[in-house]
């Protein structure tokens, strides 16, 4: 099963994407995670990266497509997987699902968790990632146990640059013109489906198995 996750940056597409791929047994596959570990590996990839990160810009689409595909390609992707964060535009989406084709593949489901703008940049400001591991907690949805602290490996947490409110911002404005589009690709596709990013992460949860099975 290979499922796309649409939504908002905030939107909880990403705690949903680990919950689906715990529960259905998938890697979950996130182009955001994959560049945040370059970034502190000193990469050259992540050296590029960082500079239209740290500006909530999208990485260029090359750049993105081949780290993706590159990833997928993996073994541990034979049987499916759970993508979140890609594709964010037209043209990725396009490379995606052209690469599938060829080898008789498709997208099965492409969830999209719906959330107003508003709430967003209210939840944003709470969220708190790791720095070493990179994890995320939320200070009122996702506490860790010990505040400031991450619950699985000790160090600090941070309000990450791409969340503070600037940049979530700027974020959400890239993804109303960039990245919205694509919910009328999916649509087209008939794997569009919508759900409720209002609720809490767990009821959210239910609705996604619902569609998925
Ligand atoms: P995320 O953790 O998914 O919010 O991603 C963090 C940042 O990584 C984004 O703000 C972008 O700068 C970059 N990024 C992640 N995925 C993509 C993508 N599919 N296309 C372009 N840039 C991306």
Redesign the pocket.
């Known amino acids: 099963m290979k499922i796309v996750m649409l939504g908002a940056?905030g939107a909880g597409k990403?705690t949903q994407a680990k919950m689906i791929a715990a529960g259905y047994g998938l890697p979950h596959v996130?182009?955001?995670?994959i560049?945040?570990a370059n970034v502190k590996g000193g990469t050259p990839l992540g050296m590029e990266?960082k500079a239209?990160?740290d500006k909530?810009?999208?990485?260029?689409?090359e750049l993105?497509v081949r780290i993706?595909l590159d990833r997928v390609a993996q073994d541990d992707c034979k049987n499916g997987y759970v993508l979140?964060?890609?594709?964010?535009?037209i043209p990725?989406a396009e490379v995606l699902d052209a690469e599938l084709s060829k080898m008789g593949e498709k997208i099965d489901f492409a969830i999209d968790v719906e959330v107003p703008d508003e709430n967003i940049i209210r939840r944003m400001s709470g969220r708190r990632a790791c720095v070493n591991c990179g994890a995320t907690y939320h200070i009122v949805h996702i506490p860790p146990k010990k505040e400031g602290i991450c619950d699985a490996c000790g160090s600090e947490l941070i309000l990450r640059d791409?969340d503070k409110e600037e940049t979530v911002k700027n974020?959400l404005e890239i993804y109303h013109k960039q990245t919205q589009p694509l919910i009328d690709f999916y649509n087209n596709k008939g794997v569009l489906k919508e759900v409720d990013g209002t609720k809490d992460s767990a009821a959210v949860f239910e609705d996604i198995k619902k569609i998925l099975g």
Do not use: C, E, I, W
């Not at 996130?30 to 995670?33: I, P, R």
């Open positions: 940056p990403g996130s182009t955001g995670d560049f945040r990266a239209y990160m909530g810009k999208l990485v260029p689409d993105t993706l979140d964060g890609f594709p964010r535009t990725q791409d974020r």
